[in-house]
């Protein structure tokens, strides 16, 4: 079985200012990693992705995540935050082989960018 | 860019009443999922669609539900006789070969009264 663990429910952060959330992974199995961003009132849309090769993965709007085995973590990070950054985030897992596995979520971390 | 969709938004339904939620995925993709949110709780899987049959359910998906390829274009899932605790927001989504990133579309917030 796998799981996804997102420790934080809510992390405030002032404006500019960096952020990491936090998420561990276990499995026993290959897996590839994402994140999902859940703005208000609206869906979930895929942040960024680790499939395979660089362990270092970037969004277009400046997030980026670090696959670490070693530690089971998928972290996610940005060096300065906007306004429009605050929504709920969800890291996600799914087996790597096999093309219909489902994703497995985590609990979801709130990011609230503070002006 | 191509998009997941959802029909309706949102549908308010009296319990034991039958609801149909419709999906249309992006067009060249296989594979098709559904998940749903509980207020204020994670997104659970609930079933997995390929090649018109059904790859994987989840212990929610019981026999309540129902999930159909109509056509080429829409893939629905079906409540039978809704409960209160069916309340929730459904979310389908979408993968190509080799199905490696699910798109999800905006959900349909379901309201059992």
């Known amino acids: 079985a796998q799981s996804v663990t997102q420790l934080d429910s809510q992390v405030p952060v002032f404006e500019e200012a960096p952020v990491e959330l936090r998420c561990n992974y276990s499995s026993s199995v290959s897996v590839y990693l994402f994140w999902y961003v859940q703005y208000p009132n609206q869906g979930l849309q895929l942040l960024l992705k680790?499939?395979?090769?660089?362990?270092l993965v970037e969004s277009i709007n400046g997030f980026e995540a670090e696959f670490n085995k070693s530690q089971t973590s998928f972290h996610l990070r940005k060096p300065s935050v906007h306004i429009s950054d605050t929504a709920e985030y969800f890291c996600a897992l799914k087996r790597s082989s096999g093309g219909y596995q489902k994703v497995t979520f985590g609990t979801g971390t709130k990011l609230q960018v503070i002006p | 860019e191509p998009e997941v969709t959802q029909t309706p938004s949102h549908q308010v339904t009296q319990m034991g009443q039958e609801v149909i939620l419709r999906c249309v995925p992006i067009?060249?993709?296989?594979?098709f999922y559904w998940y749903r949110q509980i207020l204020g709780q994670k997104v659970e899987f609930l079933v997995s669609f390929y090649n018109n049959e059904i790859s994987e359910k989840s212990e929610i998906f019981d026999d309540q539900f129902s999930v159909e390829r109509p056509d080429g274009s829409n893939f629905t899932l079906k409540i039978r006789s809704t409960k209160l605790e069916d309340s929730a927001m459904y979310f389908c989504?979408?993968?190509?070969?080799?199905?490696?990133?699910?798109?999800f579309g905006p959900g349909t917030r379901l309201t059992v009264l």
């Open positions: 067009s060249n993709h296989l594979y």
């Open positions: 680790y499939l395979s090769g660089s362990t």
């Open positions: 989504a979408s993968s190509d070969p080799p199905a490696d990133t699910q798109y």
